[in-house]
């Protein structure tokens, strides 16, 4: 692969010097976080056009769109693009329909070093309700901030990345370790057929990586694990009339919802010795009714009603366990009541992910956001799942850094700060001038 530099022309020896002595060099540290700060129009302007290209998921639109996009804006900084498409065949494993091809962009940076430092994003964004004052797919700032579906989760952060790369080259800065950049698809629905599909087939490489997380001085390092299921209750439909004719599916589902709440009850009181960002967060949690399906008209009664359960396992958890403990009280259940049927069926699971600490990587991690922010960094763990549980899994050493809107994921009215986009930018780029 052809190696990329960035060395600036008016002052080759110079730049050369400063960038082998990066670590010990304020001059060039303080030129590349003038030069972050003097030029947000960038930042900004970049985030409202990747705003504007509606990549709602599901079902998953306007992909090739974006990808082409940002493969002309990773071409203008220099990096090797290339394309992946997701099989039909990984798209049917995962019950992924509809939409656009599942594309994924990788861009890289060959600086001619050993290590990869792989840093991940994905353009998908969820859809929009009626409740927004503006139009969701039109970038509005005002008040130092940009509106828009997906500027927080996490188009603000795509924008970061490459503004933090295009500082490095306009600086005439030389990494001193080889950048990969990937932007995927699919992450709100679970990101399998996205970056777990790149990870999955050896199509991105890593030595340490970063993808969203935390803002300001707390740095992600894991996500607690999921595991969704639905649970169908069976009775009999009747005449409202006769309801002793039938067995009311709703009522049972009532009841199973007290047993399932002791469980409930009984994890909550599990704490990890993990740090979390809310003690709150530092147990797990069961919620239940996110879906929920049954009826047909006022005077049957139910046959058959449905709901969903959202189980989070903290870092100490694991999938098979907690699968464990939900089916041991569907069983009893059915023993007890046999003139009804309870059946469970797990649609989603992923174990708890905790990154492998890397002194080095972390304690430059660190300090850049101590530089920033003037505050310490605080490691914590997410309550929710993201794409770095992929690396994590692997054994590489991974953080999540994102630009934030006061954390309004998925909300209407959806914005990131511009101050937050700039300083993740210079996050960013500290991290990757000093790593190596």
Avoid at 199 to 218: F, I, R
Avoid at 322 to 336: D, P, V, Y
Wanted: hydrophobic share 35%; aromatic share 8%.
């Amino acid at each position: 692969m052809k190696l990329i530099s960035w060395r600036a022309n008016n002052n080759r020896g110079t730049t050369r010097n400063i960038t082998r002595n990066l670590r010990g060099n304020h001059i060039m540290e303080n030129k590349l976080l003038k030069y972050l700060e003097c030029n947000k129009k960038y930042v900004i302007n970049l985030i409202s056009k990747l705003i504007e290209i509606p990549t709602i998921n599901p079902p998953g639109e306007n992909y090739e769109k974006i990808v082409d996009f940002l493969e002309s804006e990773c071409r203008k900084l220099k990096l090797v693009t290339r394309k992946y498409v997701t099989p039909k065949s990984v798209l049917d494993k995962y019950g992924v329909n509809g939409g656009s091809k599942r594309i994924s962009l990788v861009a890289d940076l060959n600086a001619g070093c050993k290590k990869i430092l792989h840093i991940n994003s994905h353009y998908d964004v969820v859809p929009a309700s009626d409740n927004w004052k503006t139009d969701p797919f039109k970038a509005i700032v005002k008040g130092g901030r940009v509106y828009g579906r997906g500027s927080e989760d996490m188009k603000g952060n795509i924008a970061s990345v490459l503004f933090a790369l295009k500082a490095l080259k306009d600086c005439g800065m030389n990494p001193k370790i080889n950048i990969e950049l990937s932007f995927t698809p699919d992450e709100e629905i679970g990101g399998r057929t996205g970056l777990g599909y790149l990870v999955e087939k050896g199509l991105v490489k890593a030595d340490y990586a970063m993808s969203e997380g935390y803002s300001g001085h707390y740095i992600s390092i894991g996500n607690k694990g999921v595991l969704w299921a639905e649970i169908e209750v069976i009775g009999k439909s009747a005449h409202g009339s006769m309801p002793h004719k039938g067995v009311n599916s709703f009522e049972r589902m009532s009841m199973l919802v007290n047993e399932l709440e002791k469980l409930k009850n009984k994890i909550l009181k599990r704490k990890t010795r993990h740090n979390m960002r809310e003690a709150i967060s530092k147990s797990p949690s069961l919620v239940m009714g996110g879906f929920l399906e049954g009826g047909v008209k006022v005077n049957i009664v139910p046959g058959i009603t449905k709901f969903s359960i959202d189980r989070r396992l903290i870092p100490e958890e694991n999938i098979s366990a907690a699968k464990k403990e939900i089916e041991a009280i569907i069983r009893k259940f059915n023993a007890r009541y046999k003139d009804s049927k309870v059946n469970i069926r797990f649609v989603s699971q992923e174990n708890p992910a905790i990154s492998k600490k890397d002194s080095a990587f972390f304690k430059i991690a660190s300090k850049a956001v101590k530089i920033i922010t003037g505050k310490y960094a605080n490691f914590s763990v997410m309550p929710g799942a993201t794409d770095m549980r992929y690396f994590m899994q692997k054994g590489i050493p991974s953080i999540g850094y994102s630009a934030s809107g006061g954390e309004k994921w998925h909300s209407d009215n959806e914005f990131v700060y511009i101050k937050s986009l700039v300083s993740t930018a210079k996050v960013y780029a500290l991290i990757i001038s000093q790593l190596s």
